[in-house]
């Protein structure tokens, strides 16, 4: 039994618009994927993971100085040191 394009464009078409009982879908947006949210989320994490690097980077070297200078007073550093 042959069926032409047509009639399968037809029936595609149907199962696009219509359930299995014959009544029209209507488009869930819940149903969909907003990739444009979840790049400018994933964007967004990104940039608060920058600013949280430079942050720990910047207590890193002041707990680093401080230290530092804790040993030169335990220590004093001989000769023309830096």
């Given amino acids: 039994m042959a ?5 399968g464009a037809q029936a595609r078409e149907w199962d696009r618009r219509y359930d299995a009982w014959g009544r029209e ?3 869930k947006p819940d149903e969909f994927h907003d990739y444009e949210a ?6 967004q994490a990104l ?8 942050e720990e980077r910047k207590s ?4 680093i100085t401080a ?6 007073m335990v220590c004093p ?3 023309g040191a830096a």
């Fill in 3 to 7: 069926t032409s394009y047509a009639d």
């Fill in 25 to 27: 879908k209507k488009a």
């Fill in 38 to 43: 979840s790049e400018q989320m994933r964007t």
């Fill in 47 to 54: 940039a608060d993971r920058a600013v949280r690097a430079i």
């Fill in 60 to 63: 890193l070297r002041r707990r």
């Fill in 67 to 72: 230290t530092m200078a804790q040993m030169e």
């Fill in 77 to 79: 550093p001989k000769g």
